[in-house]
């Protein structure tokens, strides 16, 4: 089922993804992703109690960390995009540490933690696995484009010898 979901088009000479997990240019699925992740660190580094300023630090450098991560294992995104997962990513942290987390019962805190954290993994390993499915279609498409060039520039030849013999 998620196969049928990525799918891969042509355009201008590119193989571009048209799932709902596909890069957007400023936003996309992924922003879900670092919401949550934004909330997730919130409420880890709160539980910690490491004070306001080491735990502004730390949630900015997990932040940019991911996003170097990401560049170097050649997830491919636009630098707006890389730029709005921080914005996403601190702008849910804020709140979620300023505001929610204070105001929780120690049960509350450990639910609210567990479903946010949860609903990050779950929405992170769907979107991962449809990722990969659609570069293994767009390698598939293009092994295929590869094929069809090749053929068509034999086809091509071929046309060419018969249209040279016949002016001969």
Known sequence: MIEAMSTIRLR???FVR?????????????????????VSLALFLYLLRLGTPASLALAFLGLVSYEMWEKIVDIEETPTNRFMDLVVGMA???PAFFFLAP???QTSFILV?????????????????ASQKAAALEKRLRARY???RLRLRGSTAKLREKFRRGRA
Request: hydrophobic share 50%; aromatic share 16%.
């Open 12 to 14: 201008d000479g590119k």
């Open 18 to 38: 048209s799932d709902i997990w596909r890069e957007g240019k400023w936003l996309d699925l992924w922003s879900v992703v670092h919401l949550l992740s934004g």
């Open 92 to 94: 849910s942290f804020l």
């Open 103 to 105: 105001r929780l019962s």
């Open 113 to 129: 933690f567990g479903f946010v954290l949860t609903a990050n993994v779950v929405m992170s390993v769907f979107g991962w696995v």
């Open 146 to 148: 590869a094929r069809n």
